[in-house]
Protein backbone atom coordinates (compact mmCIF):
# COMPACT_ATOMS: atom_id res chain seq x y z
CA UNK A 1 0.00 0.00 0.00
CA UNK A 2 2.87 2.39 0.95
CA UNK A 3 4.96 1.58 -2.02
CA UNK A 4 2.08 2.01 -4.63
CA UNK A 5 1.71 6.05 -3.24
CA UNK A 6 5.06 7.28 -1.84
CA UNK A 7 7.89 4.88 -3.08
CA UNK A 8 10.61 4.78 0.21
CA UNK A 9 13.57 7.28 -0.66
CA UNK A 10 16.99 6.83 1.43
CA UNK A 11 18.23 9.02 4.03
CA UNK A 12 21.05 10.19 2.02
CA UNK A 13 18.86 11.98 -0.04
CA UNK A 14 20.49 15.19 -1.46
CA UNK A 15 17.92 17.78 -0.08
CA UNK A 16 17.68 16.16 3.47
CA UNK A 17 19.87 16.71 6.41
CA UNK A 18 20.20 12.93 7.34
CA UNK A 19 21.50 14.39 11.12
CA UNK A 20 18.47 16.39 11.76
CA UNK A 21 15.86 13.94 10.63
CA UNK A 22 17.22 11.33 12.95
CA UNK A 23 17.38 13.61 15.88
CA UNK A 24 13.38 14.21 14.88
CA UNK A 25 12.93 10.52 15.10
CA UNK A 26 14.61 9.73 17.85
CA UNK A 27 12.84 12.90 19.50
CA UNK A 28 9.41 11.08 18.68
CA UNK A 29 9.95 8.32 20.82
CA UNK A 30 9.66 10.38 23.53
CA UNK A 31 6.49 12.12 22.52
CA UNK A 32 2.67 11.14 22.93
CA UNK A 33 2.67 10.78 19.43
CA UNK A 34 1.35 7.95 17.70
CA UNK A 35 2.61 8.46 14.11
CA UNK A 36 4.86 10.50 11.71
CA UNK A 37 5.28 10.78 7.75
CA UNK A 38 7.27 13.09 5.88
CA UNK A 39 6.78 12.92 2.01
CA UNK A 40 8.89 14.71 -0.40
CA UNK A 41 9.28 14.70 -4.15
CA UNK A 42 6.70 11.91 -3.82
CA UNK A 43 8.74 9.30 -1.77
CA UNK A 44 8.52 8.56 1.86
CA UNK A 45 11.46 9.65 3.77
CA UNK A 46 10.42 8.92 7.32
CA UNK A 47 7.39 6.60 8.63
CA UNK A 48 7.09 6.52 12.13
CA UNK A 49 4.78 4.81 14.30
CA UNK A 50 4.62 3.89 18.61
CA UNK A 51 3.92 0.66 17.54
CA UNK A 52 3.34 -1.31 14.51
CA UNK A 53 -0.90 -1.62 14.89
CA UNK A 54 -0.79 1.86 14.11
CA UNK A 55 0.14 1.64 10.90
CA UNK A 56 -3.61 0.01 9.69
CA UNK A 57 -5.56 1.58 12.49
CA UNK A 58 -7.97 4.36 11.91
CA UNK A 59 -6.91 7.50 13.53
CA UNK A 60 -8.74 10.15 15.18
CA UNK A 61 -8.44 12.90 12.74
CA UNK A 62 -10.83 15.01 14.97
CA UNK A 63 -10.51 18.64 13.37
CA UNK A 64 -9.00 17.19 10.42
CA UNK A 65 -12.10 16.51 9.25
CA UNK A 66 -12.88 19.83 8.71
CA UNK A 67 -10.75 20.15 5.39
CA UNK A 68 -11.96 17.04 4.18
CA UNK A 69 -15.18 18.62 4.55
CA UNK A 70 -13.98 21.52 2.47
CA UNK A 71 -12.54 19.26 -0.19
CA UNK A 72 -16.00 17.82 -0.46
CA UNK A 73 -17.62 21.39 -0.99
CA UNK A 74 -14.98 21.99 -3.68
CA UNK A 75 -16.07 18.85 -5.34
CA UNK A 76 -19.57 19.08 -4.86
CA UNK A 77 -19.20 22.86 -6.94
CA UNK A 78 -17.65 21.28 -9.88
CA UNK A 79 -20.48 19.20 -10.35
CA UNK A 80 -23.18 21.85 -9.50
CA UNK A 81 -24.70 19.86 -6.57
CA UNK A 82 -24.01 23.37 -5.08
CA UNK A 83 -23.72 26.79 -7.01
CA UNK A 84 -22.38 28.71 -5.12
CA UNK A 85 -20.10 30.00 -2.20
CA UNK A 86 -22.55 33.23 -1.60
CA UNK A 87 -25.72 31.03 -1.36
CA UNK A 88 -27.26 32.01 1.99
CA UNK A 89 -27.65 28.99 4.10
CA UNK A 90 -31.23 29.50 4.50
CA UNK A 91 -31.92 28.01 1.27
CA UNK A 92 -30.89 24.60 2.81
CA UNK A 93 -32.55 25.35 6.77
CA UNK A 94 -36.18 27.25 5.83
CA UNK A 95 -36.39 27.46 9.77
CA UNK A 96 -33.95 30.40 9.67
CA UNK A 97 -37.01 32.15 7.42
CA UNK A 98 -39.09 31.87 10.40
CA UNK A 99 -39.97 35.98 11.15
CA UNK A 100 -39.36 34.81 15.02
CA UNK A 101 -35.56 34.15 13.94
CA UNK A 102 -33.06 37.26 13.68
CA UNK A 103 -33.29 38.31 10.46
CA UNK A 104 -29.40 38.63 10.07
CA UNK A 105 -28.78 34.98 10.20
CA UNK A 106 -30.38 35.30 6.87
CA UNK A 107 -27.35 36.36 5.27
CA UNK A 108 -25.16 33.71 6.49
CA UNK A 109 -23.84 32.17 3.40
CA UNK A 110 -21.91 28.83 2.66
CA UNK A 111 -18.54 30.98 2.43
CA UNK A 112 -19.26 32.40 5.94
CA UNK A 113 -19.41 28.66 6.68
CA UNK A 114 -16.21 28.00 5.28
CA UNK A 115 -14.18 30.86 7.24
CA UNK A 116 -16.32 30.62 10.45
CA UNK A 117 -16.99 33.84 10.13
CA UNK A 118 -20.60 32.84 10.38
CA UNK A 119 -20.94 35.44 13.82
CA UNK A 120 -22.60 32.54 16.49
CA UNK A 121 -21.76 32.68 19.57
CA UNK A 122 -19.34 29.66 19.80
CA UNK A 123 -16.65 29.76 22.36
CA UNK A 124 -15.24 26.65 21.36
CA UNK A 125 -11.91 27.96 21.92
CA UNK A 126 -12.61 30.07 25.12
CA UNK A 127 -14.88 28.44 28.39
CA UNK A 128 -16.32 25.21 26.27
CA UNK A 129 -12.13 24.34 25.97
CA UNK A 130 -12.91 22.57 22.46
CA UNK A 131 -15.84 20.04 23.12
CA UNK A 132 -18.80 21.96 21.41
CA UNK A 133 -21.68 21.89 23.63
CA UNK A 134 -23.89 20.96 20.19
CA UNK A 135 -22.43 17.05 21.37
CA UNK A 136 -24.79 17.84 24.20
CA UNK A 137 -27.78 18.35 21.81
CA UNK A 138 -30.43 16.02 20.34
CA UNK A 139 -30.61 17.83 17.36
CA UNK A 140 -27.06 19.56 16.50
CA UNK A 141 -27.78 21.44 13.74
CA UNK A 142 -30.90 23.17 15.07
CA UNK A 143 -28.54 23.51 17.98
CA UNK A 144 -26.28 25.28 16.03
CA UNK A 145 -28.71 27.59 14.32
CA UNK A 146 -30.44 28.85 17.50
CA UNK A 147 -26.91 29.89 19.01
CA UNK A 148 -27.43 33.85 18.95
CA UNK A 149 -25.46 36.45 16.50
CA UNK A 150 -22.63 38.43 18.60
CA UNK A 151 -20.77 39.51 15.04
CA UNK A 152 -22.33 40.51 11.90
CA UNK A 153 -21.76 37.64 9.72
CA UNK A 154 -18.60 38.14 7.34
CA UNK A 155 -17.09 40.19 9.89
CA UNK A 156 -14.94 38.09 12.49
CA UNK A 157 -13.30 34.61 12.18
CA UNK A 158 -13.90 32.09 15.13
CA UNK A 159 -13.97 28.90 15.97
CA UNK A 160 -16.66 26.98 14.81
CA UNK A 161 -17.26 23.30 14.60
CA UNK A 162 -20.94 23.47 14.17
CA UNK A 163 -20.23 25.94 11.13
CA UNK A 164 -18.39 22.51 9.95
CA UNK A 165 -21.13 20.57 11.02
CA UNK A 166 -23.57 22.48 8.89
CA UNK A 167 -21.68 22.19 5.51
CA UNK A 168 -22.02 18.07 6.21
CA UNK A 169 -25.84 19.09 6.72
CA UNK A 170 -25.93 21.08 3.36
CA UNK A 171 -23.68 18.62 1.68
CA UNK A 172 -26.16 15.83 2.77
CA UNK A 173 -29.37 18.24 1.39
CA UNK A 174 -28.03 18.99 -1.77
CA UNK A 175 -26.70 15.83 -3.03
CA UNK A 176 -29.03 13.77 -1.92
CA UNK A 177 -27.33 11.34 -0.49
CA UNK A 178 -25.31 11.14 3.00
CA UNK A 179 -22.79 13.31 3.07
CA UNK A 180 -20.40 10.00 4.13
CA UNK A 181 -21.65 8.37 0.93
CA UNK A 182 -21.23 11.30 -1.22
CA UNK A 183 -17.28 11.54 0.42
CA UNK A 184 -17.02 7.58 -0.71
CA UNK A 185 -17.89 8.00 -4.43
CA UNK A 186 -16.07 11.46 -4.73
CA UNK A 187 -13.28 11.89 -2.22
CA UNK A 188 -12.36 8.69 -0.74
CA UNK A 189 -12.15 5.83 -3.68
CA UNK A 190 -10.36 8.41 -6.04
CA UNK A 191 -7.81 8.66 -3.02
CA UNK A 192 -7.62 5.18 -2.70
CA UNK A 193 -9.07 5.33 0.99
CA UNK A 194 -10.36 2.09 1.64
CA UNK A 195 -11.14 1.75 5.03
CA UNK A 196 -12.65 4.58 7.12
CA UNK A 197 -15.29 5.11 9.33
CA UNK A 198 -17.42 8.30 10.05
CA UNK A 199 -19.52 9.21 12.98
CA UNK A 200 -23.29 10.50 12.62
CA UNK A 201 -25.63 12.89 14.82
CA UNK A 202 -28.41 11.89 16.20
CA UNK A 203 -30.32 12.52 12.88
CA UNK A 204 -27.72 10.39 10.38
CA UNK A 205 -25.70 13.79 9.22
CA UNK A 206 -21.61 12.62 9.44
CA UNK A 207 -19.82 14.77 11.86
CA UNK A 208 -18.70 17.65 9.72
CA UNK A 209 -16.38 18.89 12.88
CA UNK A 210 -14.41 15.67 13.99
CA UNK A 211 -16.51 12.65 12.98
CA UNK A 212 -13.87 11.05 10.17
CA UNK A 213 -11.58 8.19 10.88
CA UNK A 214 -8.70 7.02 8.61
CA UNK A 215 -5.49 5.88 8.35
CA UNK A 216 -2.50 7.91 8.83
CA UNK A 217 -1.51 7.10 5.21
CA UNK A 218 -5.00 7.68 4.14
CA UNK A 219 -4.36 11.13 5.79
CA UNK A 220 -1.32 11.75 3.70
CA UNK A 221 -3.32 11.34 0.39
CA UNK A 222 -5.28 14.73 1.28
CA UNK A 223 -1.67 16.44 1.52
CA UNK A 224 -0.97 14.87 -1.70
CA UNK A 225 -4.37 16.13 -3.55
CA UNK A 226 -3.29 19.51 -2.42
CA UNK A 227 0.06 19.93 -2.96
CA UNK A 228 -0.86 18.36 -6.67
CA UNK A 229 -3.76 21.21 -7.06
CA UNK A 230 -6.00 18.40 -6.81
CA UNK A 231 -5.21 16.28 -8.93
CA UNK A 232 -4.07 12.43 -8.53
CA UNK A 233 -2.63 10.28 -11.34
CA UNK A 234 -3.85 12.09 -14.04
CA UNK A 235 -7.10 12.62 -12.51
CA UNK A 236 -8.29 15.82 -11.28
CA UNK A 237 -10.41 14.80 -8.23
CA UNK A 238 -10.97 18.47 -7.08
CA UNK A 239 -10.59 21.72 -9.47
CA UNK A 240 -7.22 23.54 -8.57
CA UNK A 241 -9.34 26.76 -8.57
CA UNK A 242 -11.06 25.54 -5.24
CA UNK A 243 -7.70 24.08 -3.96
CA UNK A 244 -6.23 28.03 -4.36
CA UNK A 245 -9.56 29.59 -2.81
CA UNK A 246 -9.36 27.65 0.45
CA UNK A 247 -5.81 27.32 1.39
CA UNK A 248 -5.55 31.05 0.58
CA UNK A 249 -5.33 32.60 4.56
CA UNK A 250 -7.82 34.78 5.17
CA UNK A 251 -8.38 36.00 8.79
CA UNK A 252 -5.47 36.14 11.60
CA UNK A 253 -7.40 35.31 14.88
CA UNK A 254 -5.01 33.10 16.60
CA UNK A 255 -1.71 34.28 16.37
CA UNK A 256 -0.27 31.21 18.04
CA UNK A 257 -1.62 28.76 15.40
CA UNK A 258 -1.51 31.08 12.33
CA UNK A 259 -3.91 32.32 9.95
CA UNK A 260 -7.05 30.86 8.70
CA UNK A 261 -8.63 30.05 4.96
CA UNK A 262 -11.76 27.73 4.47
CA UNK A 263 -11.51 24.97 6.91
CA UNK A 264 -7.51 24.98 6.36
CA UNK A 265 -4.87 26.96 8.24
CA UNK A 266 -1.94 28.78 7.13
CA UNK A 267 1.47 30.07 8.18
CA UNK A 268 5.14 31.58 7.39
CA UNK A 269 8.29 29.50 7.41
CA UNK A 270 9.96 32.45 8.64
CA UNK A 271 7.62 33.97 10.83
CA UNK A 272 9.98 37.20 10.32
CA UNK A 273 9.72 37.57 6.33
CA UNK A 274 7.17 38.12 4.18
CA UNK A 275 4.75 35.90 3.16
CA UNK A 276 5.75 34.81 -0.53
CA UNK A 277 5.48 31.32 -2.77
CA UNK A 278 8.67 30.20 -0.52
CA UNK A 279 7.65 30.94 2.78
CA UNK A 280 4.41 29.66 3.92
CA UNK A 281 2.95 26.41 4.41
CA UNK A 282 -0.78 25.69 4.90
CA UNK A 283 -2.37 22.70 7.15
CA UNK A 284 -5.36 20.67 8.61
CA UNK A 285 -5.45 20.58 12.37
CA UNK A 286 -7.27 18.54 14.74
CA UNK A 287 -7.34 18.10 18.36
CA UNK A 288 -5.09 16.70 20.74
CA UNK A 289 -2.16 17.14 18.31
CA UNK A 290 -3.74 15.70 14.73
CA UNK A 291 -2.16 17.32 11.41
CA UNK A 292 -1.53 17.05 7.50
CA UNK A 293 0.85 20.02 6.52
CA UNK A 294 1.68 20.98 3.29
CA UNK A 295 5.13 22.78 2.00
CA UNK A 296 4.23 23.48 -1.62
CA UNK A 297 8.24 25.47 -1.91
CA UNK A 298 9.47 22.14 -0.54
CA UNK A 299 6.87 19.67 -2.49
CA UNK A 300 6.56 18.25 1.01
CA UNK A 301 3.60 16.47 2.99
CA UNK A 302 4.12 16.29 7.01
CA UNK A 303 1.15 13.86 8.96
CA UNK A 304 0.99 13.94 12.80
CA UNK A 305 -1.45 11.87 15.17
CA UNK A 306 -0.69 12.02 18.20
CA UNK A 307 -2.43 11.94 22.37
CA UNK A 308 -1.47 15.49 22.98
CA UNK A 309 -4.76 16.43 24.38
CA UNK A 310 -3.55 19.25 26.81
CA UNK A 311 -0.84 20.36 23.65
CA UNK A 312 -2.21 20.16 20.60
CA UNK A 313 0.06 22.50 19.20
CA UNK A 314 3.20 20.50 20.47
CA UNK A 315 3.58 18.30 17.06
CA UNK A 316 3.18 21.98 15.32
CA UNK A 317 6.30 23.28 17.28
CA UNK A 318 8.29 20.18 16.59
CA UNK A 319 7.50 20.46 12.49
CA UNK A 320 9.19 24.18 13.22
CA UNK A 321 11.89 22.87 15.26
CA UNK A 322 13.05 19.37 13.21
CA UNK A 323 11.37 18.84 10.30
CA UNK A 324 11.66 22.67 8.20
CA UNK A 325 15.63 22.86 9.52
CA UNK A 326 15.86 19.53 8.26
CA UNK A 327 14.83 20.33 4.72
CA UNK A 328 14.93 23.89 4.85
CA UNK A 329 18.58 24.02 5.83
CA UNK A 330 19.76 21.03 3.44
CA UNK A 331 18.21 22.84 0.06
CA UNK A 332 19.40 26.18 0.98
CA UNK A 333 23.22 24.61 0.93
CA UNK A 334 22.68 22.37 -2.65
Known sequence: MISSFFPTAGLDDRQVDR????????RLRKEKVLSCLIIKNGSLFLEYYKNKKLAVKLQKMNSCTKSFVATLMGVALDQGVISDLDTPISEYFPALLHKSVDPIKRSITLYHLLTMTAGFDWPEFGEWKSFPHMFYSSDWVRFVLERPLIHEPGEKMNYNSGCSHLLSAVLQKASGVSTYDFAKKHLLE????????????????????????????????????????????????????????FIKPRFLTYERIGSYGCHWWSARIDPEKDWTDDNWFYFALGFGGQYILVVPSLEMVVVFTSELYDQSLHPLSLFRTYVLPAIVTKTAAD
Open 19 to 26: ERLLAFEK
Open 190 to 245: PLKIQDSYWYTDGQGIPNGGDGLRITTMDMAQLGLLYLQKGQLKEKQVVSSYWIQE
